[in-house]
């Protein structure tokens, strides 16, 4: 079992910038794919951006390249996702992805969730 928690969602405006932290728990964190979806209200859970274990290659949907970094400190068991340049079409609901399902770019029905954090960008 692993648990996540995420945090640092928010208010902000157009062109602002924030940090999301995704705190996991458990002693495997290490060699586990970690990734952020998102839910927009009226729309499917979407791909966002994930990082593999120690090698740290990275990997992000096409709407946020350029715009958003993923990362993660193995000795903290944490996973971040900044996030400049936002957009209201990035206002959704943000999760905490940890794979079990093979794939680095989507989701499984065995991957671990965090309880989400909600990113508002306002015009």
């Known amino acids: 079992q692993v648990q996540l928690v995420e945090s640092g969602g928010g208010l902000v405006q157009t062109g602002g910038s924030l940090r999301l932290s995704c705190a996991a728990s458990g002693r495997t964190f290490a060699g586990l794919v970690m990734g952020w979806f998102r839910q927009a209200p009226g729309k499917e859970r979407e791909f966002v951006a994930s990082?593999?274990?120690?090698?740290?290659?990275?990997y992000y949907a096409d709407s946020v390249k350029g715009r958003f970094t993923i990362s993660r400190d193995n000795a903290k068991n944490t996973v971040y996702l900044q996030m400049n340049s936002l957009r209201p079409e990035d206002t959704a609901v943000y999760y905490c992805n940890a794979d079990r399902g093979g794939t680095v770019t989507a989701a499984s029905p065995l991957d671990y969730w965090g309880q989400g954090t909600q990113v508002t960008v306002s015009s």
């Open positions: 990082i593999t274990g120690r090698s740290m290659l990275t």
